[in-house]
């Protein structure tokens, strides 16, 4: 079992940067990739980053790519997203996950409760 807390989220200039961080609860948060989607009221929740167990490889959604970084501390059992120069479309409760690697919200055993992310242009 693992629990999941994200933090960080808030207001934030377009243009500027955020830190996104989950932490991880449970002795075999090693054993999972983690990943971070996103949801708009209405809408499906979105892929957005993923990592795996050995922070070896990333993969990212084509619309954040080259702005967001994921990694990874395992010695803290902490996930984070790092936004640069986020856009207003990047608006949206922003959840991270715990599972196999994927970009499918399936792939993913273990959800946090989300943090809202607000970009102002």
């Known amino acids: 079992q693992v629990q999941l807390v994200e933090s960080g989220g808030g207001l934030v200039q377009a243009g500027g940067s955020l830190r996104l961080s989950c932490a991880a609860s449970?002795?075999?948060?090693?054993?999972?990739?983690m990943g971070w989607f996103r949801q708009d009221p209405g809408k499906e929740r979105e892929f957005v980053a993923t990592i795996t167990l050995s922070s070896g490889s990333t993969l990212y959604a084509d619309s954040v790519k080259g702005r967001f970084t994921i990694s990874r501390d395992n010695a803290k059992t902490t996930v984070y997203l790092q936004m640069n120069s986020p856009k207003p479309e990047d608006t949206a409760v922003y959840y991270c996950?715990?599972?196999?690697?994927?970009?499918?919200?399936?792939?993913?055993?273990?959800w946090g409760q989300g943090t809202q992310v607000t970009v102002s242009s």
């Open positions: 996950a715990a599972g196999r690697w994927g970009t499918l919200p399936t792939s993913y055993d273990y």
């Open positions: 449970g002795r075999t948060f090693g054993s999972y990739a």
